[in-house]
């Protein structure tokens, strides 16, 4: 190939992938209000905006995440008022900001290996970042995971420019302590950043003894580095052992199996992860065969250098998948959702690997890139799908609309629920924030349940029993059952909400 012609698609390669991910990131923003707020969202919503700082903090101690997300919030709401939409926009932000820093990352990345593959693998780290269902995900959900995202990929970036930066020894030492300032705040937003960076130290420490004939220094000072980052999580967490090890926040979590491990690609590369990988494998191999691309293959590691593997942090992050994975056989931590903590690991290394790929001709270029093309409106449809499906069901969430519930229950008066009061009664505290409701002053909810303490003739002889998730609906129709024996009759509301359900009951 010319260089005329490789300048015109790596301009059209360029002009393309912009198009793509401002598209992903203005269509997400735009479904930022789209869904009702589930119960940790509301959970957050108590915490950051409901309680005071030290009683939030005190809060925290019994809470399963340590507290720099919600200090977060808690400073953000003081500049923005408390709602569906700043909430969201409090992830959304970050989410842009990460995806930017994968991109630099992965270009930085990429000149470790080439110049000239070097813009082709930041568009596709790009792509990752801003595009991929787990990213899209959580970049517009009131929980910390764009935050922490974001914080590890500027830590890694810090790591990988004072590793392998040519920079003035002041400007090195700026890298270094933002290394351990971001990762340490990482850790603080989430344990599986805490995990994420013990794996760090782990294989640099690792390094350092394997590897004692080279020069270490500039590793021994990052892993000094990543050690001071480690503290402040660790020590939170030792104040709150008790909570922590009594397992009573995560203890809905299972032990590892093949549906956690089908259930984490999904989460990245959406559904039917299996057949995906194994159409994308089986495509390159007939490229190749076909002799239409090759693959330009470097050694993973290199002793007069770092690598792209090491920057990239790899290591750290088999480290911790390994440990997470083997301790959850004795006490379960290990979820799916909580691995987008290795997205700044997968998005620039994967970039990199595939930018490896080289095109014999225009045909090969063209077949690569409409492969791509198809990869990413795969990956756009399962994400925004969700949202679609979603949207047709009037807000719902994970199978749950308490906005729905707060809205048909506004004007009612003795309002019993099967569900939490506190998410409850958040979720009216919302609605009141959204000016969903007219109504601003909301009849308190009370819990309901078959093992209610109360006699029936204690309850009001006209009431109205309200539930909104699958099991908690569930719930409600033995409560009903259990009403009906006790002289009330009880009606059911018709809306046009999914998984709500509301009764009107008469004595």
């Known amino acids: 190939?010319?260089?005329?012609?490789?300048?015109?698609?790596?301009?059209?390669?360029?002009?393309?992938?912009?198009?793509?991910?401002?598209?992903?990131?203005?269509?997400?923003?735009?479904?930022?209000?789209?869904?009702?707020?589930?119960?940790?969202?509301?959970?957050?919503?108590?915490?950051?905006?409901?309680?005071?700082?030290?009683?939030?903090?005190?809060?925290?101690?019994?809470?399963?995440?340590?507290?720099?997300?919600?200090?977060?919030?808690?400073?953000?709401?003081?500049?923005?008022?408390?709602?569906?939409?700043?909430?969201?926009?409090?992830?959304?932000?970050?989410?842009?900001?990460?995806?930017?820093?994968?991109?630099?990352?992965?270009?930085?990345?990429?000149?470790?290996?080439?110049?000239?593959?070097?813009?082709?693998?930041?568009?596709?780290g790009a792509l990752i970042a801003f595009s991929s269902p787990i990213a899209l995900r959580f970049s517009i959900e009131g929980k910390g995971y764009s935050l922490m995202v974001m914080l590890i990929?500027?830590?890694?970036?810090?790591?990988?420019?004072?590793?392998?930066?040519?920079?003035?020894?002041?400007?090195?030492?700026?890298?270094?302590?933002?290394?351990?300032?971001?990762?340490?705040?990482?850790?603080?937003?989430?344990?599986?950043?805490?995990?994420?960076?013990?794996?760090?130290?782990?294989?640099?420490?690792?390094?350092?003894?394997?590897?004692?004939?080279l020069n270490q220094t500039p590793r021994v000072y990052v892993a000094i580095s990543e050690a001071a980052a480690c503290l402040p999580a660790a020590i939170w967490a030792l104040i709150n052992v008790s909570h922590l090890s009594s397992g009573r926040g995560i203890g809905w979590i299972g032990r590892p199996d093949y549906g956690l491990f089908e259930s984490t690609l999904a989460s990245f590369i959406g559904p039917f992860p299996i057949p995906k990988i194994a159409i994308l494998i089986i495509s390159l191999y007939l490229l190749q065969r076909k002799k239409l691309i090759s693959f330009n293959k470097k050694p993973l590691a290199n002793s007069r250098k770092y690598s792209t593997t090491d920057l990239a942090g790899v290591p750290g992050g088999l480290f911790m998948v390994f440990a997470i994975t083997a301790i959850s056989f004795l006490h379960p931590v290990a979820y799916s959702r909580y691995f987008v903590v290795l997205l700044p690991i997968i998005a620039p290394f994967s970039a990199v690997l595939v930018s490896r790929i080289e095109p014999k001709n225009t045909i090969a270029w063209l077949a690569l890139l409409s492969l791509l093309t198809s990869i990413w409106i795969v990956a756009w449809n399962d994400t925004f799908s969700i949202f679609r499906n979603q949207a047709l069901e009037s807000g719902s969430n994970k199978t749950t609309n308490y906005r729905a519930m707060s809205i048909l229950t506004a004007n009612d008066i003795n309002r019993f629920t099967v569900n939490r009061l506190g998410h409850a009664r958040t979720s009216d505290l919302v609605a009141k924030m959204d000016n969903l409701v007219e109504?601003?002053?909301?009849?308190?909810?009370?819990?309901?349940?078959?093992?209610?303490?109360?006699?029936?003739?204690?309850?009001?002889?006209?009431?109205?029993?309200?539930?909104?998730?699958?099991?908690?609906?569930?719930?409600?129709?033995?409560?009903?059952?259990?009403?009906?024996?006790?002289?009330?009759?009880?009606?059911?509301?018709?809306?046009?909400?999914?998984?709500?359900?509301?009764?009107d009951c008469l004595r």
């Not at 080439?114 to 568009?123: D, G, H, L, P, Q």
């Not at 020894?169 to 013990?198: D, N, P, V």
């Not at 303490?453 to 099991?471: E, F, I, Q």
């Open 1 to 124: 190939m010319n260089a005329k012609a490789f300048r015109q698609r790596h301009k059209l390669f360029i002009i393309t992938t912009a198009a793509l991910v401002g598209a992903s990131a203005l269509h997400i923003l735009s479904l930022i209000d789209a869904r009702s707020l589930w119960a940790d969202e509301l959970s957050t919503i108590y915490k950051s905006a409901v309680l005071n700082a030290p009683h939030m903090l005190n809060y925290l101690r019994t809470d399963a995440h340590p507290p720099l997300y919600y200090l977060y919030l808690k400073c953000w709401f003081i500049f923005f008022e408390p709602s569906t939409t700043t909430l969201r926009l409090a992830s959304w932000i970050p989410y842009l900001i990460g995806g930017i820093l994968i991109t630099i990352q992965t270009l930085q990345l990429g000149r470790n290996e080439s110049n000239r593959k070097a813009w082709i693998a930041a568009c596709l």
């Open 153 to 213: 990929t500027a830590g890694l970036l810090c790591r990988q420019n004072y590793l392998a930066g040519n920079n003035k020894f002041q400007y090195k030492q700026f890298f270094l302590a933002g290394t351990s300032i971001f990762l340490g705040c990482a850790a603080l937003t989430h344990y599986y950043g805490l995990f994420l960076i013990l794996g760090f130290l782990i294989a640099d420490s690792t390094w350092i003894f394997a590897k004692k004939n």
């Open 439 to 503: 109504n601003q002053t909301l009849e308190p909810w009370d819990f309901i349940s078959v093992n209610h303490s109360n006699s029936t003739k204690l309850l009001p002889n006209t009431m109205v029993v309200a539930a909104t998730g699958k099991s908690e609906m569930k719930a409600l129709k033995h409560v009903i059952r259990w009403l009906s024996a006790k002289e009330f009759e009880c009606k059911k509301r018709t809306h046009e909400y999914a998984y709500v359900e509301i009764n």
